[in-house]
């Protein structure tokens, strides 16, 4: 690379910066298409409704707080979801080289930064002087701290069955209605001294659930809560008290919560890994309270945590004189508790884990070791099947895993290997290759036994559980022209014990290829995926169960396009079909029209969808990312045939108050009442309303 002095760099800089400006001066706030396939993969096997604020939390504080380019770190860097290794090398060769930049612009001289990935990133990064030091004072914690609370509310417009249930069915059954009302309340408030100290508190109560009285006397049914500290002392780099996440080395041995990196088409194939860090999630039951902390001595990096908490499970035996449950036959990941008989079900279990990580870390390897031990004060005891009969039974486990990473040139090896307290091993492997800049290329192994047992791993998989599976998954991603690009994906895998609903050893196949091209300020992309997997054909004669082949396979065209500045449009086709032997061909479509406006100069958005859905029957739904207020996910199963819209309104009235308002409907053709059991919905129509106000100081 040319070496060329502090004053010549500046000026090129500076000529380069004028050339270069106009391209970005009217950047645009991107949910990249990966993010939004992301959540709609989740959600579609979710047992409930997720909740996604784990995942973009962290990069919603880094863009109240971005990286300075010029004084930030690789660790830091790898954050940001949109870069890769070789460029975060390169970016911080770049600055080695011709030194601090001048403006976030500049990336575009970096290699392997094209303006598609700099207006990713550019929310998450600025360009400042001198280093980011803020020190602790209790003056400036006031002065400078930052608060924000968000107050939401929710609801459907229709009537549901289970509410207004007449006294005389409920004394005679009390699970025939809901206790509570059908309003949704939730609050969320952060206090954030720059990057050093937070603390988070939040509050939900779902449709049914009763308020401040009843079963919640004390409001909300269910409360979460953190204060975290970065940086403030040498050797402690962060200390969290309250709820909290955990996540190491490839997420085998142990990672918490929901994450993108355990699909196999995330693009994440390689993991960079949280560590600890703080949650305000509101799921329930999926999360870690206590303590937990990570420390730094020289080139080592040491996390501890420990959790107590009770959580949900369905109780099957309780020991007659003490009351205590004695036997779950399994957690509940809902949270609801709308009836008599999920409010049994609640905190019935004691939930006691606790563990650690070391990593040895330099500038070209990276060596972690992770072990854990959860402990229950009731039973695991699921009801057992031929295909089951592995899964985890008992009232303690521990599991303990190595991971690693090293580069070689421009290859990144990595993987883990992992071990439960049955001996049950599951191990994954695997590189990754930046040949150029603008192509991305891995290659990922992994072998899970049948008997390992581990209910906190989250590993790429095919399973919700990581367990009785093989498979091999190949990566590729590149930038073939300026504005083109190609990503693709091939899972083979293998199940060798039975599945539920698959009563023989298996195989499968997930493929994906999509093409995204963009022209000027117009984003477009053409994508394929299909499935193909064994399970029980529909129809057998005998009681010997017979493979059949079922193909899902999907198209999708989406384009992004600005009508005029003040206007974007967003357009969407996809086409779903299931191809099983013996049971037919059928099909499923949606077609959407988003427009989105925002009225230049003024505080005010305001987007709007009309689609029109037609699937043969719910196993061809089709899920669709919707643009819903802060912290709120709308991913709704479209089904069956009928019309879907919402609006959502976007204004502040003042600078330090933000309003959201947002109207849903869905009006089915197909059908006479919506939904079943107690949501259910007499009439063909469903309507939500959803208002949010943020105030910040």
Not at 595 to 605: E, M, Q, V
């Amino acid at each position: 690379m040319i070496h060329i002095n502090k004053i010549n760099g500046n000026t090129l800089k500076a000529i380069f910066l004028i050339c270069l400006l106009p391209q970005f001066c009217t950047s645009q706030d991107i949910i990249s298409n990966s993010f939004e396939d992301n959540i709609e993969q989740l959600s579609e096997n979710a047992e409930s409704t997720p909740d996604f604020s784990d995942l973009t939390d962290e990069l919603n504080t880094i863009q109240d707080h971005p990286f300075n380019l010029n004084n930030t770190t690789a660790e830091e860097l790898k954050k940001i979801p949109f870069l890769n290794d070789r460029q975060i090398v390169n970016l911080l060769n770049y600055i080695q080289t011709f030194g601090e930049f001048v403006s976030v612009y500049e990336l575009q001289a970096v290699e392997g930064f094209d303006s598609t990935t700099i207006q990713m990133i550019l929310p998450y990064v600025a360009v400042s002087s001198g280093p980011d030091k803020h020190p602790v004072h209790v003056k400036d914690l006031v002065k400078y701290g930052r608060h924000q609370l968000f107050l939401r509310y929710q609801q459907f417009i229709q009537k549901q069955k289970g509410y207004n249930v007449d006294d005389s069915i409920l004394n005679k059954n009390p699970n025939a209605g809901y206790l509570g009302s059908p309003q949704s309340y939730y609050f969320r408030y952060n206090y954030n001294y720059y990057d050093r100290i937070s603390l988070g508190l939040s509050g939900a109560k779902s449709a049914g659930e009763e308020f401040f009285k009843g079963s919640e006397p004390y409001g909300m049914d269910y409360y979460s809560g953190y204060l975290c500290i970065h940086k403030i002392c040498g050797f402690l780099k962060t200390l969290i008290l309250g709820n909290f996440q955990v996540d190491f080395g490839q997420g085998l041995t142990l990672s918490s919560g929901l994450s993108f990196g355990s699909l196999p088409g995330s693009g994440n194939s390689k993991r960079y890994a949280g560590g600890i860090r703080p949650s305000l999630a509101v799921n329930g039951n999926s999360f870690l309270r206590g303590v937990a902390a990570t420390f730094v001595v020289r080139r080592f990096e040491i996390s501890a945590f420990y959790s107590n908490h009770k959580r949900d499970g369905n109780i099957i035996t309780t020991d007659t004189l003490s009351g205590q449950v004695v036997a779950v036959s399994s957690f509940t990941e809902t949270g609801y508790h709308r009836l008599p008989k999920e409010l049994e079900d609640k905190n019935s279990v004691r939930e006691n884990i606790y563990g650690g990580n070391v990593n040895f870390r330099n500038h070209f390897m990276s060596i972690g070791l992770t072990a854990f031990r959860s402990h229950w004060s009731a039973r695991l005891s699921p009801k057992i099947y031929p295909y089951n009969q592995f899964a985890f039974s008992g009232t303690e486990n521990l599991n303990i895993g190595m991971d690693f990473q090293f580069l070689y040139r421009n290859v990144y090896f990595f993987g883990e290997f992992s071990e439960s307290m049955n001996s049950g091993i599951a191990y994954l492997a695997g590189f990754l290759a930046n040949p150029d800049p603008g192509v991305t290329f891995s290659i990922i192994y992994r072998d899970y036994q049948r008997n390992y047992q581990d209910l906190l791993s989250n590993a790429i998989g095919q399973n919700s559980l990581k367990g009785n599976e093989k498979g091999f998954l190949v990566n590729l991603s590149a930038r073939l022209l300026p504005g083109l690009g190609i990503s693709a994906y091939a899972d083979l895998y293998r199940f060798p014990w039975l599945k539920y609903r698959t009563d023989f050893i298996s195989a499968g196949t997930e493929y994906k290829i999509q093409a995204d091209y963009s022209i000027g300020k117009a984003i477009m992309y053409l994508r394929f995926r299909q499935k193909i997997k064994q399970v029980n054909a529909s129809q057998t004669s005998g009681p010997i169960s017979v493979s059949a082949s079922l193909k899902c396979s999907s198209l999708r065209y989406q384009i992004e396009w600005p009508v005029i500045p003040d206007i974007q449009m967003n357009n969407r086709f996809e086409m779903l079909g299931n191809q099983q032997e013996g049971s037919g061909n059928h099909y499923g479509y949606l077609v959407s029209q988003d427009i989105a406006y925002k009225l230049t100069g003024l505080p005010l958005s305001i987007t709007f969808r009309y689609a029109l859905f037609d699937t043969w029957s719910y196993n061809e739904r089709i899920y669709s990312y919707e643009n819903d207020v802060l912290y709120g996910y709308s991913v709704p199963a479209y089904e069956g045939k009928g019309i879907r819209c919402f609006l959502l309104v976007n204004w502040s009235p003042l600078k330090k108050i933000e309003i959201w308002l947002r109207y849903a409907q869905t009006f089915y053709t197909d059908r006479n009442t919506v939904g079943t059991g107690l949501d259910q919905i007499d009439g063909n129509m469903k309507s939500e309303i959803k208002l949010q106000v943020r105030f910040r100081i």
